[in-house]
């Protein structure tokens, strides 16, 4: 399988390459050069496996400069006793047609967990593949989940750095505390004045810093990156796609072959990308419903074609979705229109004059698959209140995003297909915004409130977020964006 830049750059390459690289040259993603096809009958075999065969199943023809045993060996070690259950991604159904996604698991209690725990491992694969003797420094980007979870994924794997920038206005109590005492002895965190796109439009900047790349490299570095545009990011997360699909097969909510619906919290499209890609492979399912918070941007693009990132920016309850440029769009607009050319233009056209416009023709080839619907913080509170009323269960503010958008979709068109909703984070990572849509204060410090839920529901915190006031702080440090270079030269040298 080879793999090439969505904005036209005449060059094929390996997976390990394109993992290695992350960014293309020409300021592109990659993309896989065809769609691998997994049959019925595959998918129903599917159905008797663990997660972990599921997903040696489904990367392994994306990676096939790599061997099985080695894939079987990555799936081994990315989803083992680093999560807290040994399905991995288990489906929590709570009526007939409909069950949450659980994807937060892992060692940092979110969804990037399941891409993170594998890039790593992925990575340094790559490079002993590819016989790179430098070390790479990955160079992140996080409104909150990402930092923590590519901290816990690379920390003291040898051969790596890694830097992790988040904006010092836009990430929880809990999330900052994560990240400033992550351990490890190759790890650096930094705040950013400004949001999320200040901060990934300054790594972004340093990436495409030519001169910069020279330097590092005659210190022995290279840049990589562990945002959602590392192909090797997007590869793992498919397969839950297909586990999902399967154990909805294995509660009986659908028959084989019969197809679902999924409803994603979408901020950088990395996640609901993922499944449109597992779609293309033959997973039968009829659409994605792409859930936005407040910085619904998305929401408009799928109904109007326009992409519009001139927009008043929110800070919301669900922060991991505060985000006006979902980078893993331009995949899909690579995937739908085969065009290159096109394809650079509007990401051009959306850097230097803040907007684009697909037109009617793409438009509808998108709405095809996607439908999409917003839902404010106010609304996200009443859902997390809603299903712990009616079913026990409790959800964070970002599944409550994508809850509260499934319940308006099925009551605006009457489709009753069996929905997973894609659950991305513990209730515990955002404990005071589900404390108070469950009526309750939160004038304690962040990490007290975590006992505060647990006692007022019975529930129980993954074990890292219940010890996580016992910590120390190691990173202060705060930057201007124009100075992010600075920092990550200091790091390196
Ligand atoms: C990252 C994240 C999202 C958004 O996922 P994308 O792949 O960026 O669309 C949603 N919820 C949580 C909790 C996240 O961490």
Redesign the pocket.
């Known amino acids: 399988m080879k793999y090439f830049s969505t904005r036209g750059l005449d060059e094929r390459i390996s997976a390990a390459q394109a993992i290695i690289r992350g960014l293309a040259p020409d300021g592109g993603l990659y993309v896989p050069e065809s769609f691998p096809q997994i049959s019925a009958q595959e998918i129903e075999d599917l159905c008797a496996m663990n997660y972990r065969a599921r997903a040696a199943r489904i990367m392994a023809p994306f990676l096939d400069d790599f061997t099985s045993e080695e894939i079987g060996e990555l799936c081994r070690q990315a989803y083992g006793e680093n999560f807290d259950t040994a399905e991995i991604a288990p489906v929590r159904f709570i009526d007939e047609t409909t069950g949450y996604l659980e994807l937060w698991h892992g060692p940092t209690s ?3 967990d399941m891409a993170l725990q594998m890039l790593p491992r992925l990575l340094t694969a790559s490079l002993r593949k590819q016989g790179v003797e430098l070390g790479v420094c990955i160079l992140v980007a996080t409104s ?3 930092g923590k979870a590519a901290l816990e994924g690379f920390a003291d794997v040898p051969g790596t750095k890694i830097m992790v920038f988040y904006p010092r206005d836009g990430v929880s109590d809990v999330q900052r505390l994560q990240m400033v005492t992550q351990e490890g002895q190759n790890v650096m965190v930094c705040a950013v004045e400004g949001n999320f796109d200040d901060a990934q439009a300054g790594v972004k900047r340093i990436f495409s810093d030519k001169p910069f790349a020279d330097e590092l490299r005659e210190k022995g570095w290279f840049l990589s990156s562990a945002n ?1 545009i590392n192909w090797g990011r997007l590869l793992p997360q498919i397969a839950y796609y297909f586990s999902c699909y399967c154990d909805f097969v294995n509660a009986g909510l659908i028959a084989p072959g019969e197809s679902m619906d999924f409803c994603v ?8 990308l993922a499944g449109w890609i597992a779609k293309q492979m033959g997973l039968p399912v009829e659409r994605f419903i792409c859930a936005s918070n407040e910085n619904n941007v998305l929401t408009d693009f799928i109904t109007t074609g326009v992409y519009d990132k001139r927009r008043d920016f929110h800070l919301t309850n669900s922060p ?2 505060d985000i006006l440029v979902s980078s893993n769009l331009e995949r899909l607009l690579y995937f739908v229109t085969g065009d290159t050319e096109r394809v650079a233009q509007w990401m051009n056209e959306l850097s230097t004059e803040g907007h684009y416009d697909v037109g009617e023709e793409v438009l509808g080839a998108i709405t095809k698959d996607f439908s999409a619907g917003f839902c404010t913080g106010d609304g996200a509170s009443a859902e997390i209140a809603r299903v712990w009323a009616e079913h026990g269960y409790l959800i964070d503010t ?1 599944t409550a995003v994508a809850s509260a958008v499934l319940s308006a979709y099925r009551c605006g068109t009457g489709d009753e297909t069996p929905t997973a909703v894609v659950s ?2 513990s209730p515990y990572k955002f404990c005071p915004s589900v404390l108070s849509a469950l009526g309750m204060s939160t004038d304690e410090p962040g990490h007290e409130l975590i006992g505060k839920l647990e006692r007022a529901t019975g529930t129980k915190a993954p074990e890292p977020l219940a010890h996580l006031g016992e910590k120390t702080e190691r990173f202060s440090e705060c930057t201007d964006p124009q100075n992010m270079r600075g920092v990550v030269a200091a790091f390196l040298d």
């Open positions: 979110a969804f990037k909150g989940d990402t959602s919290p979408t901020g950088n499209f990395g996640n609901i991991s979705m970002h991305t984070a």
